[in-house]
DNA sequence: CTGGGGTCCT
DNA sequence: AGGACCC
């Protein structure tokens, strides 16, 4: 795709962050709905990692620990969530509900609860069968759909019925807007879980924006993003201004103490426990505002704390609302699988050789789940999926691996010492050590028992002996083995239809004349069958079949003096004849041909 | 007096 | 191998 075309149309510039609300909470729920009206929370060890809002309405928080629960809501309704199992195997299903209604596999997620969405506003917003949401939703463009920040338009900027254009920034965010509705409403349809969605141009202002709305609401962050000539300042400086400096995602709890320090001139309580506290908050405002702050004072604070070389002037573009990072595509598989578990104390090689053992073996069921898939290209659950009981033999699928990690690592946490010093949370006490993967862990015919047996015994112990030479005066409070460095396995057909139509679709035929053949109208979702090879583009279609008789239809007028990358570029729109939306140019002949297939 | 995961960079 | 960051 022509960048400034797409940036034309807006499709560059929105993308959304999915939230999905309590998450480990809400997989109970959907386990079983009676728990939606108790209190309910997560515990994993001694701690509520968390709980849902009726819990949150009594006073529990995420993070809390499980006596301070208890204390606070006697009649807590208490769920052990340490096996991530069927949390990770929701994420899945979260993933694959977003991945099948995106164009271009850009969704990309962030731990078990998050994910963000590239926004492809080309393909994705248009209406063609009213009784039929999966090949397009109806919107009015000249609204804002949701909760925005800030609530109402700067007075600058308010509509008046009277202009005929908004930006192309602005546009595309309305957009945005109103597919992540859309999105949010097939969610809640088609699966038990609710999303909280930010919409915006970036990773970090969607993510930040999201959060103003919780649960079960999205917010978009509204235009103008820069200070205009009036005098006014851009929605990004406010919005970003406000946040404590340990908020902005990339600012982490070091670099937030250094620059925290840096600016009280002197050290900011550490209390992990209490939190900050009020009178060291520094504000985005204050550290932007601050005299002599600029990327090069970054620099300087952050020196000799082993950051990458450009983090001055990464943090103060985040700082600045600037984050060019893209929205990754999604992986087919992980590039480490780990499993953990913490004690209260390990102390002699029996007993660590007792706690390896399930470890291992859930490691291993973890890469045939994860890294495998058989023959048909159906992904497997479990190495014992196919000797299922039943009147059928068992069906002797062939699996096959995926991706290999080339190397396994053990990591151990020894407990400090039990000084409470403050300060010695600021280093992770965390040692290990790694050796290549063994080959017969690859094995599909032997057993995960017979595997996991004979990993602990030739590999994780060695490793382990290496890692804790003295034979005593360890006490682990953790052990993690993890499976890295993953490689993809040959033969794997990622690349081509399926994956990425969109990129196909970019990579063909002359441009930009073949933007005067591409349809206005295409079904939200174009399936493999839809795409036509031979033209050069997609076919249109309606009611699920396809028309051949609208390719030519649609002249684009082609500049190339606009400045596709500007926030006040025009994009033009007009009114519908028929029910008077507002509609951007790029969608005027789909939405005709919405009202022309309407009986 | 913290969970059980992940990512990327040095 | 470790250390930052993310959830």
């Not at 509520?48 to 809390?64: D, F, H, I, S, W």
């Not at 078990?112 to 039929?132: A, G, I, P, T, V």
């Not at 209490?274 to 952050?302: H, Q, T, W, Y």
């Not at 999926?385 to 151990?412: D, F, I, M």
Request: proline share 6%; net charge negative.
């Amino acid at each position: 795709m022509n960048a400034e075309l797409t940036s034309l149309m807006g499709g560059s510039q929105s993308m959304s962050t999915w939230d999905y609300d309590c998450f480990y909470a809400s997989v109970f729920e959907a386990e079983n709905p009676a728990l939606k009206s108790l209190p309910l929370a997560v515990q994993q060890k001694q701690i509520v990692v968390t709980c849902n809002y009726e819990a949150r309405r009594r006073g529990l928080r995420k993070l809390q620990l499980i006596k301070e629960a208890k204390r606070i809501c006697p009649d807590v309704v208490i769920m052990l969530g340490e096996d991530l199992t069927k949390f990770r195997d929701a994420s899945k299903e979260l993933h694959a509900f977003l991945k099948k209604n995106t164009w271009g596999n850009r969704v990309e997620k962030l731990g078990f609860d998050e994910l963000l969405n590239r926004h492809d506003l080309q393909n994705s917003f248009f209406q063609l069968d009213k009784f039929d949401p999966t090949v397009g939703f109806a919107f009015d463009a000249s609204t804002f759909c949701g909760p925005t920040y800030p609530a109402e338009p700067c007075p600058s900027v308010k509509e008046d019925g009277e202009q005929l254009w908004f930006s192309s920034l602005d546009v595309g965010l309305r957009l945005g807007s109103h597919l992540a509705n859309y999105l949010r409403h097939q969610l809640e349809q088609h699966t038990p879980y609710t999303a909280t969605v930010g919409i915006s141009t970036s990773k970090l202002l969607a993510k930040l924006v999201g959060n103003l709305n919780k649960p079960r609401l999205q917010t978009t962050l509204r235009p103008p993003y820069s200070a205009t000539d009036d005098g006014q300042g851009g929605n990004v400086a406010s919005f970003l201004g406000q946040h404590e400096i340990g908020k902005i995602p990339g600012i982490g709890f070091k670099m937030a103490h250094r620059i925290r320090t840096h600016i009280l001139g002197r050290e900011p309580n550490l209390d992990v426990y209490e939190g900050l506290a009020e009178e060291d908050n520094v504000s985005v405002d204050v550290v932007r505002s601050f005299p002599g702050m600029g990327p090069v004072k970054l620099d300087e604070i952050f020196r000799g704390g082993g950051w990458p070389k450009d983090i001055g002037t990464k943090v103060w573009g985040l700082l600045n609302g600037v984050d060019d990072t893209e929205v990754a595509v999604g992986k087919a598989f992980p590039s480490q699988i780990s499993i953990e578990d913490s004690y209260s104390q390990v102390d002699n090689l029996q007993s660590v050789r007792n706690e390896l053992l399930p470890l291992t073996r859930k490691l291993l069921r973890r890469m045939h789940a994860d890294l495998t898939e058989d023959e048909e290209g159906e992904e497997l659950t479990t190495g014992h999926a196919t000797v299922q009981a039943g009147r059928h033999l068992p069906v002797k699928r062939k699996k096959r691996w995926l991706g290999c990690p080339r190397t396994l690592r053990l990591s151990t946490r020894s407990r400090p010492p039990s000084l409470p010093d403050v300060g010695h949370q600021l280093h992770s006490n965390r040692i290990s050590k790694s050796c290549p993967m063994p080959r017969f862990v690859f094995s599909f015919s032997e057993t995960v028992e017979a595997l996991a047996e004979r990993l602990v015994e030739d590999t994780i112990v060695p490793l382990f002996r290496r890692l804790h030479p003295d034979k005593s005066g360890y006490k682990l409070s953790l052990i993690n083995i993890a499976a890295t460095n993953m490689m993809e396995c040959a033969g794997s057909e990622n690349s081509g239809v399926g994956q990425d139509i969109g990129a196909m679709f970019r990579n063909q035929g002359p441009r930009p004349t073949q933007f005067s053949n591409l349809p206005a109208v295409c079904s939200h979702r174009v399936t493999e069958s839809h795409f036509d090879n031979q033209h050069h583009g997609l076919k249109h279609v309606v009611d699920g079949e396809v028309d051949q008789t609208r390719g030519d239809a649609a002249v684009l007028e082609w500049t190339s003096d606009e400045d596709g990358e500007s926030e006040n570029s025009a994009t033009p729109h007009d009114e519908c004849t028929i029910c008077g939306a507002f509609i951007p140019w790029f969608a005027v002949q789909a939405h005709s041909i919405y009202h022309s297939v309407q009986t």
